[in-house]
């Protein structure tokens, strides 16, 4: 057993069942038929049969009303019942006998009519068929109300047993009103009402079609018609013959009957064939002036396909009976009236709309149906277009991206990179254009502008800078000074790489005066002595001449080993004479040498006053 | 639920003979709404039987009984065959005797599933125990040596979900379970607007002119 779990049901009980056979498959099948298109000639059958039974039940009902007196009501009785089926989708089935039953009990046109209207509502509650609510209304009102409590509208048990119609069918009113309004507005009804237009554009043309053929027939009912129809057989081969000799004779015309019968077949929708009739008669009348009607007539009286009712039609056009070929011509204007009903009704349901009526189009179903192929092919080709396009762009796009990606990882490096401020800002304003930060863009894009218009300042004024000035203009007489010093250094150079003579003033003994005057703080040459006098000397060393600017090491140690030579006994405090040595040159490296003189005189135990440590 | 939706049946012939696009929208809408509950009930099975002796494994399905009966056995636990037997349809099922027609429903429709599904629905503890001295055609009772053996099966199983949508034609057990009816439970009764939604609006666009133009051309 399956576990279920219901999200939408339909009431599809015994009687529900039976509702929706007549409601949905039927009615879906001969919307169907009617609206799509199926076999001509089933079709054709179809319609001889409805308007055989539809026949038969008006026959019926005109001998009811006959025999209860209301034959002359006849006519409106059938007016009320026609627009009662229109208007609610309910059969001829089911209303007539209904009609019938209630008019035949009431004896009243008014009450007959009320009471159908109110069956109709209880029926549509209900769900019952209208028959039964008229049957139930009947018994009421003739005082037995069990069907009338049967039917399950709660009325009361003291107006039951009472069996005051009148009471019971204001229940009933109160309860019912309206729902055969309601049901008609559903979809189930709405198809209803669609079927029962259908139903009598059918009839419609099966009437038509029977008519024609009895006519042509020269039968007086359907009995008699078939009877013939069968005795055809044994005139066949006569009749093919002679249509043999007819075609060979009217090839012409025939040739041009021959296409409107192969539409009339080939094509399946009803309304090309009411619209084939209509080309059918205008043949026929055609082949009638030519005088060909009776040749015709009697080869194509008993036409194999004469049974069915297809075959009526052609029966009629071919035959050329003049009051067949009207009565074709009537049944298919009658048919064509039925159908532009039929979309009439369905646009005013609103569930369909007219789409120019079944003649108009018959007349262009081909050319429609190739419009439409074309326009297939036409769409197709343009969503294969639109696809490829598509396609393609979305490729182009996808491409797009991917530069922009690119663009992106490009620029983010080169901001890696060292720039200027210009750069880095535009820069990151394309960065942000291609991340749609709009609000970073603005403000670069603001910057940017800023810095282009001082960019733009500063190439102005650089512009307007006099012409720069030569630096080496002046070079030329520089180098010339240049080289003159050069020249002059290069003299010297040489005269000096000749031993120089210096002068050496002897130091001289001062006078006494000189050194009073030393020793009270004045300067001896203010009385009169020239020369430097730093002290006396007791003993002193005769000096060269001269000697020679040491230039190199060897001059220097030479230098040296003079200047020790001179300072032999120096520090002997015997002597109070001071020797001062006014020299030009070297004198670091003669520094060096008396430092070094200084300090071997130490180490050998002389008295040392350079380097000694302090204090 | 369920909902009964007047003229569904209608409906449904009518979009196949003559709007079969809005046919195959319908399918897909309903798809759609019913499809969350179906996964997330598939999603409850559970893995592995949760009574050892319950696995599934090779064995012959029926058996002969003393009269001569071709019987079937006592379903196995398959959770591959109960996740892939529950489905949403919207192929119209028999009536059933109250005179309804489900048109669209979730079902789960193995034979272990069903069992999952629903035991201890009506016994929480189990069958009443009667052992093998009961009728062996008496399905309403345990014929267990064990006394507990029903017990213990259905706590095995845990937790029963009761539906939250009442029904017209199920009482409130009727709507418990541990598969569908927990995942329906879950759903709040959304997935049964969405699928509500989705017939009416297939009715109110075949209603449309175009389609009933489209025939007519």
Known sequence: ?615 | MPTEVKGLIELKKALKDYAPNLGEQLDTQMGIALGGVVKKAQSYVLASSPLSNWSYRKRTEFFTNAEGKKVRKFPLYNSARIVKDIQYSGTPRRANKNGFKAVYYIINKSAAGAIYETAGRKNPSGQPWVGRKGDPNDHGVSHSNNPNAGSQFIQAFGQIYQGNIESSTKRGRYMKGRLIFRAWAEDGGKANAAALTAIYNVNEQFKKKQYFGKVTK
């Open chain 1, 1 to 615: 057993m399956s576990i279920v779990i219901d999200i939408a049901a339909q009431f599809t009980g015994k009687r529900a069942f039976a509702q929706a056979e007549n409601a949905a498959d039927k009615l879906g099948r001969t919307v169907k038929h009617a609206l799509i298109g199926v076999g001509v000639t089933a079709f054709a059958k179809s319609a001889i049969s409805a308007f055989a039974a539809q026949e038969k039940q008006l026959t019926l009902f005109k001998n009811s009303l006959r025999t209860i007196g209301f034959e002359f009501a006849t006519s409106d009785s059938l007016a009320f019942l026609n627009s009662l089926k229109l208007q609610y989708g309910v059969t001829d089935t089911q209303l007539i006998p209904a009609y019938e039953q209630l008019l035949t009990t009431t004896r009243s046109l008014a009450a007959s009519q009320n009471l159908t209207n109110i069956a109709l509502d209880i029926a549509a509650r209900q769900s019952i068929s209208v028959t039964e609510a008229a049957d139930a209304l009947s018994k009421a009102y003739l005082g037995n109300t069990r069907s009338v409590g049967a039917l399950g509208l709660g009325i009361s048990k003291a107006n039951l047993a009472s069996g005051d119609f009148a009471a019971i069918l204001k229940e009933i009113t109160n309860v019912t009103k309206g729902s055969a309004s309601a049901a008609a507005d559903t979809f189930s009804g709405k198809l209803a009402r669609i079927k029962v237009a259908a139903d009598t554009a059918k009839e419609s043309i099966g009437a038509g079609l029977v008519e024609a053929l009895m006519q042509i027939s020269k039968s007086t009912d359907i009995d008699q018609l078939q009877g013939k129809i069968i005795n055809f057989g044994n005139s066949a081969a006569e009749t093919l013959a002679n249509v043999g000799k007819a075609i060979s004779d009217n090839i012409v015309l025939i040739k041009s009957f021959a296409i409107v019968l192969a539409a009339a077949f080939t094509v399946n929708k009803i309304a090309t064939f009411i619209a084939s009739l209509q080309a059918i008669v205008k043949v026929v009348k055609t082949l009638r002036n030519a005088l060909l009607a009776s040749a015709v007539a009697r080869n194509f009286l008993f036409n194999p396909l004469g049974a069915t009712a297809l075959t009526a039609g052609m029966f009629a056009a071919i035959g050329l009976v003049t009051k067949g070929v009207e009565a074709l011509s009537d049944s298919t204007t009658r048919a064509t009236e039925n159908l532009l009903n039929l979309f009439g009704a369905a646009k005013a349901l609103g569930v369909g709309g007219d789409q120019g009526g079944a003649a108009k189009y018959a007349e262009g179903a081909a050319a429609r149906a190739a419009a439409d192929a074309k326009a297939a092919a036409a769409a197709q080709l343009k969503a294969t277009k639109a696809q490829t396009k598509a396609i393609q762009d979305q490729a182009k796009l996808n491409k797009a991206k991917t530069l922009f990606d690119i663009e992106q990882i490009q620029i983010l490096a080169a901001l890696q990179n060292k720039l200027s401020d210009d750069e880095k800002l535009r820069l990151s304003l394309k960065l942000a254009l291609i991340q749609g930060n709009a609000s970073e863009a603005e403000r670069l894009s603001k910057e940017l502008a800023a810095s282009q218009l001082l960019t733009t300042n500063l190439a102005t004024a650089i512009a307007n800078l006099p012409p720069a000035l030569n630096p080496f203009a002046d070079w030329g007489t520089a180098i010339d000074d240049i080289l003159d010093q050069l020249i002059d250094v290069y003299a010297w150079l040489n005269k000096i790489s000749q031993p120089i003579t210096m002068p050496i003033t002897p130091a001289r003994v001062l006078s006494a005066g000189e050194q009073i005057a030393l020793q009270k703080g004045l300067d001896p040459s203010q009385i009169g002595m020239g020369g430097n006098i730093i002290g006396s000397a007791a003993t002193f060393n005769p000096l060269p001449t001269s000697f020679g600017i040491a230039q190199n090491t060897q001059d220097f140690t030479q230098l040296s080993s003079d200047v020790a030579s001179l300072f032999t006994g120096f520090g002997q405090t015997s002597s109070n004479t001071t020797y001062v040595y006014n020299i030009n040159g070297a004198t670091t490296g003669l520094l060096n040498e008396l430092r070094n003189g200084l300090i071997d005189s130490s180490a050998s135990g002389s008295f040392a006053t350079i380097n000694s440590p302090a204090g």
